[in-house]
Nanobody, 123 residues
């Protein structure tokens, strides 16, 4: 079964940048799209950005260049470049993918989540 593993989270001062990575592995056949969601403590998980395997991005209303999503199909990896970070960007960032995987001797379409990575923006 496919697993998603995120990396790149951490603490940064306001105005700083971080780059998150998420790699899919384990029985992967194809990726339809990959996305990043953000969850603030006590609130629901909200879409930050999504990208198709063909590289078409979709952003959830952030200023241009604040978040930049990209995908490396050869590495089954999606990236989220985060620029000019603000305290409001603090939260747990989750990777998500709609994909096709090998399971029970066949192929299965699945929606998979990573465990999340913490991003903290504070001075």
């Amino acid at each position: 079964q496919v697993q998603l593993v995120e990396s790149g989270g951490g603490s940064v001062q306001p105005g700083g940048s971080l780059r998150l990575s998420c790699t899919a592995s384990g029985g992967l056949v194809r990726i339809y799209n990959m996305a990043w969601y953000r969850q603030v403590l006590g609130e629901q998980r909200n879409l930050v950005a999504r990208i198709t395997s063909g590289g078409t991005p979709e952003y959830a209303g952030f200023p241009p260049g604040h978040f930049i999503i990209s995908i490396d199909n050869a590495k089954n990896t999606v990236y989220l470049q985060m620029n000019n970070l603000e305290p409001e960007d603090t939260g747990v960032y989750f990777c998500n993918s709609e994909l096709q995987q090998r399971k029970y001797g066949g192929l299965q379409r699945a929606n998979v989540w990573g465990p999340g990575t913490q991003v903290t923006v504070s001075s």
